[in-house]
């Protein structure tokens, strides 16, 4: 009975090991089925490829895709398989692409320096954003025909055809651990390329939208064998029903999709800037459960998204998936190598940005800008003016009166030192870059007294809707208007009364002391973007003169033949004074310096110093001067003034 009681233990016991080996060699093979690819992106490089600010002439450590490709060099050590991928917006946007494109634009035999750079880092495939459209379809196919790697777009056609304009797609034949994958790549841009670049486009593309695209062909490459299928989708997260420029949430929808790589918003996915969207899920970065990656902009982070792979009997299945955005801010190195390959182009936008222009009388900055009359938008509309006023005369439209329209462009859409400030004295073309950030061409249009208005009730969405009797704290600015939509018209008067709804706020407009009809007409001197449509200020604008002439380049000639910029504010707009039951704040409660608020920014550029975080609270009730801004900001730091 002994012996038998020992011979069961003995065998439970063997038993016991032989199911722990078994389940230890089991979980291993299991282990090793589990393959791990990574992909990795970047999107909206805009050709900051070195890691400097030609806008402020210094160098910086938080952006440039020298300093992004070692962090893809890492990523590559780290991982043994890996793909990379561009979101488009690549050669438009710092002062060194304005130099490819406009100012010594790259000829045959030439490779743009922005395509050299990814060249030389291995890219895998990119996709066009919106401002590659933005020099004309020659322009682009030029830029574009040194690439050694694909480049697709599936939304954009041949006009009034079904025939893509570009390659809709690539499938990459790869491999992982050894195995052979295919991977399917396709890539979107905005339709609103259509609207936005409509004079270089118009009869000759179309775009249509992307989740329905992919509609269409995600199907047809499983057909052809993907075996994985990545969108690359310049397109940010919008989860309106009628999404369509920021179309990421409704693409993640589409079957068959199984990653994508996301740009247009200059933000980051997966971040706290998408909480609280239903489907969207920020600790693991998916959407619908769709892993997703979204890289900031300018080269200032790369996107990872890892795939964990398993191939049974040649069918390949994603079993898990997650995604990051990794900083190179506070990272030691950048890519030598194509620092010294674009060294004679960086050296060229030197020299241009440090052109001399002339003198500026006055102090240029945008501080305040979203909230009153400002000297560097009157300088911008002066210009404009100046120069319309002499390409009318004699004209059949010389007996309309004249207006002008322009915009903040930089007013913290980018964090605390994303604003304009130019000190007092000698000026240069970089400076001029900082007032008037973008390649825009000049443009009049007619407009009569209705659509007058129109424009001016949607740039007024840059305030919230202030309930006067409300006690609790309301917010003013509504920060997620962008300051470039926030047009100062010079030449005629207006109020915006801020308690009443959108489409409801322009008061007391008038021209020369009378009251603005609908049977009246102007004309309005613009820029290209504002006249195709962007920013939904018009509608079918009705435009008048056409020009070559850069808007930036109407500002220098302006200081050059008016002997320095000296601007004068008209104090032509303002807010309705109205009284309030409670407090009117810049922002409830700081966010910190990734969304600080103009005034929070201003403090800083100014006093130097982050501390004592505060409330700013602006006096609605007050009447505007000359110097009324002044007096309405109570709650503000006094030495700021001195």
Not at 155 to 168: I, L, M, S, W
Not at 359 to 370: D, G, I, K, M, Y
Not at 613 to 634: A, T, V
Request: aromatic residues 10%; without cysteine.
């Amino acid at each position: 009975m002994k012996i038998k009681r020992n011979f069961s233990k003995l065998f439970i016991f063997t038993l016991a090991v032989v199911l722990t080996f078994s389940m230890v060699v089991l979980a291993e093979a299991r282990a090793s089925d589990i393959h791990e690819l990574v992909i990795m992106g970047t999107t909206d490089v805009h050709s900051y490829i070195m890691p400097y600010d030609y806008l402020n002439d210094s160098e910086v450590d938080h952006f440039g895709l020298v300093q992004t490709a070692t962090l893809i060099d890492q990523t590559r050590a780290n991982n043994d398989n890996t793909l990379l991928f561009d979101a488009g917006d690549l050669i438009q946007g710092s002062l060194l692409a304005n130099i490819e494109a406009v100012v010594n634009p790259i000829q045959e035999g030439q490779v743009h320096a922005t395509i050299n750079a990814m060249n030389m880092i291995g890219y895998d495939a990119t996709i066009l954003g919106n401002h590659e459209f933005n020099f004309g379809l020659d322009f682009l196919d030029r830029a574009y025909s040194d690439a050694e790697f694909p480049v697709v777009n599936a939304n954009v056609y041949e006009a009034g055809t079904d025939n893509n304009y570009f390659t809709p797609y690539q499938i990459l034949d790869r491999e992982v651990d050894g195995q052979e994958i295919k991977v399917g790549v396709i890539g979107f841009a905005p339709p609103q390329i259509m609207i936005w670049d409509r004079l270089h486009l118009e009869g000759k593309v179309e775009a249509r939208e992307i989740a329905e695209t992919a509609q269409k062909f995600v199907p047809q490459m499983r057909a052809e064998g993907a075996d994985i299928i990545i969108a690359v989708a310049h397109t940010g997260i919008d989860p309106s029903d009628d999404a369509s420029e920021n179309a990421a949430y409704h693409l993640a929808q589409v079957e068959g999709v199984d990653a994508m790589l996301l740009g247009h918003e200059h933000r980051r996915f997966p971040s706290t800037d998408y909480e609280g969207i239903p489907g969207v899920d920020i600790e693991r970065g998916t959407i619908h459960g769709v892993p997703a990656v979204m890289p900031g902009s300018w080269g200032s982070h790369l996107g990872a998204i890892n795939l964990s792979l398993t191939n049974n009997n040649g069918a390949w299945e994603i079993v898990d998936a997650r995604s990051e955005v990794m900083g190179v801010e506070g990272r030691e190195g950048t890519d030598q190598a194509i620092v010294e390959a674009t060294e004679n182009k960086h050296q060229e936008t030197l020299d241009f940005v440090r052109g001399d222009v002339g003198e500026t009388f006055t102090s240029l900055n945008t501080f305040f800008s979203r909230v009153t009359d400002n000297l560097t938008t009157q300088l911008v509309n002066d210009a404009q003016l100046w120069f319309a006023e002499t390409h009318f005369e004699g004209s059949e439209y010389a007996d309309l009166p004249i207006l002008s329209a322009a915009a903040p462009f930089k007013a913290g859409r980018h964090g605390a030192s994303y604003y304009t400030d130019v000190t007092a004295g000698g000026i240069s073309v970089g400076d001029v870059a900082e007032i008037y950030i973008y390649d825009n061409t000049l443009q009049v249009v007619k407009v009569d007294g209705d659509e007058l208005r129109g424009w001016l009730e949607r740039a007024a969405d840059n305030f919230n809707q202030i309930d006067p009797s409300e006690t609790e704290d309301q917010v003013l600015l509504d920060y997620g208007f962008r300051g470039f939509n926030f047009e100062h018209i010079e030449g005629v008067e207006y109020q915006i009364d801020v308690t009443q709804p959108s489409g409801e706020r322009i008061v007391n407009l008038t021209y020369d002391g009378e009251a603005v009809t609908s049977d009246m007409e102007f004309l309005v001197v613009t820029n290209n973007y504002r006249a195709s449509g962007g920013g939904d200020h018009l509608v079918d604008a009705n435009v008048v003169y056409t020009g070559t002439e850069v808007n930036r380049e109407v500002v220098i000639d302006y200081i050059r033949e008016s002997g320095g910029a000296d601007p004068q504010l008209t104090h032509n707009w303002s807010i309705l004074p109205v009284e309030t039951e409670g407090r009117v704040v810049f922002r409830s409660s700081p966010d910190g310096a990734d969304n600080m608020t103009d005034f929070e920014s201003a403090r800083i550029n100014h006093i130097g110093s982050e501390d004592d975080w505060g409330l700013y609270e602006y006096d609605l009730s007050y009447e505007e001067s000359s110097s009324g801004l002044f007096n309405r900001i109570r709650s503000f730091f006094s030495n700021l003034f001195s």
